[in-house]
């Protein structure tokens, strides 16, 4: 193992157990505090070009610390190529204690689902491609869930037609891992917050045909922006979803949040969704989004030449989520063994309130790709953790009032750590914020306790050889040395 190189595993794998996320090496319920991630948009997803949000370490590495500091756990990722290498920005969200949720979809031809007319995307090599994205990501442990759609399902034809192929694609993914990964990953689907579908959806993808039967959801999601400004639990409806969600077999959460009206935010949903009101019934949710693109949800302004600026809204959401008691949200202990709901039976009278709601529970037969369930994808995507041995950001990233956030890096966790508000304690308050992004000071009790600490929290190497040589003797000079491998 080499001096100061960091191969960590700083998040377990979580599980689904019932309705809740859970660490399996705590028995505590996991809350998603996530973020949407798809830097450029559409535009930033260009598999011929080479280049998709998970495919450039450096800006993967600048991303990372700023949501480090923030808070941030989780990261949604919406368009993405298997064919391209993603174990640096893997590895990277994963040392700083971030868990990704991945699309297997994208806007591209042939690479979704059409709605009104399911029957003609959902082909071969559709599959095979939605496969070899969970090829590319399944090795990862920070890899959280796929979604095998989002918002397909909404009002007018839609309701008529997709149901039946969105489960069936959640079929196939999940047999895919189970013959193919060496764990079990979640897989779900992400939903609009049509009020007159959403609970017909969730109990469409929800119930089961009875044991062993592969098409049952693991997780359901929804993209609400019912919340805006200076709303309430009532006001926002946000009692309504907790109401109907209740008693949910699957974990529940929000995929997307964050209303834009009025502006700027003011994010006052969060103490609602990390509260006793939600988190009973919740398991988090994700915020629209990181970067600040035409339709103006964004934390971050980035430029094409890398350099970033933080947004008003960057620093009123790190303020909410400072008021959030973490530590006791996420040390809830998960429910025993039978003492979660049970799915329901799948019956018509599950989605009976909207009549015109496809409830056909006979699925679409796999076209023709069973060989790819039980021999997997050629060639298969391998993905990997590896060494990052600079966690500090080269880019020039500024504050809101335009100083230049200086020693900006990401925080390495401990194994089997997830990032919270405080990991990074770097401060990036608006106007005449402080440098932002410092790992926390080394201990200063000994040359051998700051050697560790040094290489613990930064995973950075000596320049040359000389450099290492003046380390190992400062060490030995101050009684002895202990080297710390991640």
Known sequence: MALGATLVAAVPPLEVR???????????????????????????????LGFDPLSNGTNCKRDAALMQILGVNTIRVYNLSPDLNHDECASIFNA??????????????????????PWTTYTPAYL????????????????LAFFSGNEVISEATTVKTAPPY??????????????NADRPIPVGYSAADVRDVLFESWNYFRCTNGAGDTSVADIFALNSYSWCGASSFQTSGYDKLVAGFTGSNVPIFYSEFGCNQPAPRIFTEIPAIYGPDMTGVFSGGIVYEYVQ??????????????????LPDYNTLKAQYAKVDFTKVQSVKAAGAGQTPAAPRCEAKLVATRPDFNGNFTLPTLPETRALIDNGVRPRPVGRIVSIADYSVKATVKNVDGSVISNLAVVPLAADASNKPGTNTGSTAGAGGNPAGSAPAAPTESKNAAAAVFYRHTGQSPADLAGLIFLIVGCVAGGGMTLIFG
Not at 30 to 47: K, R
Not at 166 to 179: F, G, N
């Open 18 to 48: 019932g309705n809740r996320f859970v660490n399996p090496k705590t028995g505590d319920q996991f809350q998603v505090v996530g973020v949407a991630y798809q830097p450029g948009g559409s535009a930033g997803y260009n598999p011929v």
């Open 96 to 117: 700083a204690g971030m868990y990704m949720m991945l699309d297997v979809n994208s806007p591209l031809v042939g690479e979704s689902l059409k709605a009104d007319e």
């Open 128 to 143: 095979n491609r939605s496969f070899a994205i969970v090829e590319a990501f399944k090795s990862y442990p920070n890899t």
């Open 166 to 179: 969105v489960r069936a694609v959640t079929r196939d993914l999940k047999e895919y891992i189970a013959k």
């Open 293 to 310: 693109e035409a339709n103006s949800y964004g934390l971050v302004s980035l430029n094409k030449d890398g350099s970033a600026q933080l």
